[in-house]
């Protein structure tokens, strides 16, 4: 099989002898994807499990990623859920936005000291800018804020001239039109569409972490709603501790765990985007 031509070959034998010794000592397979959720990567997960001979029944399920497609992030859990009764993510690095959802899939969390877990809440393409992203709780956010700010001028400026000996009826009326000129211009940018896109996305999210929990039984009770709409940021590091309050089983990596990131090193602090990598059972797919 083709091998990862950005690694040497000394280092790819020590990579394999390491991944194999793990999956015999902890009777699991040993998947390694690094890179973004795309639907190239599904392909070569499918390919993957479609190759597979090895018949054991769990997986130690390494990712590292910035995010990408929820759809693809979805079908490589169902995947793994569809081949293995139980599964285990570890996280040693970044694992972000839709690789939370596919760890979503898992029976349990390995998160090492660095690993990082982030919110739901999907990014999508700004309108004035096609080359950055936003989170779609920006807009919910703007929008609650926005009522918020109403009430107050409202309460604050019918109080006042209730106190100046202005009927109740009269007050609010003079009340709700100068609100309303405060707050309009403002309002007017929201784009309704644009909302609505938001709130699909987020539902999207939601209804996929549902599907995927009812598998994995790990996630905690009303923590998939705190994944989709609970975090201040996209970028919100979920560490360690934090996975604990979400997942019932989140644990630090075992000796066997630590050795295999000592040997893969770079493979899985940093996500890639120039290449995928994966292996089963210290064995390569063909990543091109």
Same mark, same amino acid.
């Given at each position: 099989?083709?091998?990862?031509n950005?690694?040497?070959?000394?280092?790819?034998?020590?990579? +394999?002898?390491?991944?194999?010794?793990?999956?015999? #000592?902890?009777?699991?397979d040993?998947?390694l994807?690094?890179?973004?959720?795309?639907?190239?990567? $599904?392909?070569? +997960?499918?390919?993957q499990?479609?190759?597979?001979?090895? !018949?054991? #029944? !769990? %997986?130690?399920?390494? %990712?590292v990623?910035?995010?990408?497609?929820? &759809?693809?992030?979805?079908?490589?859990?169902? /995947?793994?859920?569809?081949?293995?009764?139980?599964?285990?993510? %570890?996280?040693?690095?970044?694992?972000?936005?839709a690789?939370?959802?596919?760890?979503?899939?898992?029976? #349990?969390?390995?998160?090492?000291d660095?690993?990082?877990?982030?919110?739901? &809440?999907v990014?999508? @393409?700004?309108?004035?800018?096609?080359a950055?992203?936003?989170?779609?709780?920006?807009?919910?956010?703007?929008?609650?804020?926005?009522? =918020?700010?109403?009430?107050?001028?409202?309460?604050?400026?019918s109080?006042?001239?209730?106190?100046?000996?202005?009927?109740?009826?009269?007050?609010?009326?003079?009340?709700?039109?100068?609100?309303?000129?405060?707050?309009?211009?403002?309002? #007017?940018?929201?784009?309704?569409?644009?909302?609505? =896109?938001? =709130? *699909? $996305? /987020? *539902?999207?999210?939601?209804?996929?972490?549902?599907?995927?929990?009812?598998?994995?039984?790990? /996630?905690?009770? &009303?923590?998939?709603?705190?994944?989709?709409?609970?975090?201040?940021?996209?970028?919100?590091?979920?560490?360690?501790?934090?996975?604990? =309050? @979400?997942?019932? !089983?989140?644990?630090d990596?075992?000796?066997?765990?630590?050795?295999l990131?000592?040997?893969?090193?770079?493979h899985?602090f940093e996500?890639?985007s120039?290449r995928?990598?994966?292996?089963?059972?210290?064995e390569?797919?063909?990543?091109?």
């Amino acid at each position: 099989m083709k091998r990862v031509n950005s690694m040497a070959a000394p280092k790819k034998m020590k990579i +394999v002898e390491v991944a194999n010794k793990i999956a015999h #000592e902890k009777k699991c397979d040993v998947f390694l994807l690094n890179g973004d959720m795309s639907y190239f990567s $599904y392909i070569k +997960v499918r390919e993957q499990f479609t190759w597979r001979k090895s !018949k054991n #029944e !769990k %997986l130690l399920f390494i %990712l590292v990623t910035y995010g990408g497609s929820l &759809d693809v992030a979805y079908r490589v859990a169902r /995947l793994i859920q569809n081949n293995y009764s139980s599964s285990s993510s %570890l996280i040693i690095g970044p694992c972000k936005s839709a690789g939370t959802l596919c760890v979503c899939g898992s029976n #349990e969390v390995v998160v090492s000291d660095v690993g990082e877990l982030g919110p739901l &809440d999907v990014q999508v @393409l700004r309108e004035d800018d096609i080359a950055s992203r936003e989170s779609g709780l920006v807009v919910k956010e703007s929008i609650q804020q926005l009522q =918020e700010q109403a009430l107050s001028i409202f309460n604050k400026i019918s109080f006042d001239l209730k106190g100046k000996g202005i009927s109740y009826s009269k007050a609010s009326e003079i009340a709700v039109n100068i609100t309303k000129s405060i707050i309009s211009p403002i309002s #007017e940018q929201i784009n309704p569409l644009r909302l609505g =896109e938001y =709130e *699909r $996305y /987020l *539902r999207i999210a939601s209804k996929y972490g549902e599907r995927l929990e009812k598998n994995s039984k790990n /996630l905690k009770k &009303d923590c998939l709603s705190r994944l989709v709409t609970g975090y201040p940021d996209h970028g919100f590091v979920i560490d360690r501790d934090e996975a604990k =309050e @979400l997942f019932h !089983k989140v644990r630090d990596l075992d000796e066997y765990e630590l050795e295999l990131v000592e040997n893969f090193a770079e493979h899985v602090f940093e996500p890639v985007s120039d290449r995928m990598i994966f292996y089963i059972n210290g064995e390569p797919v063909p990543s091109e």
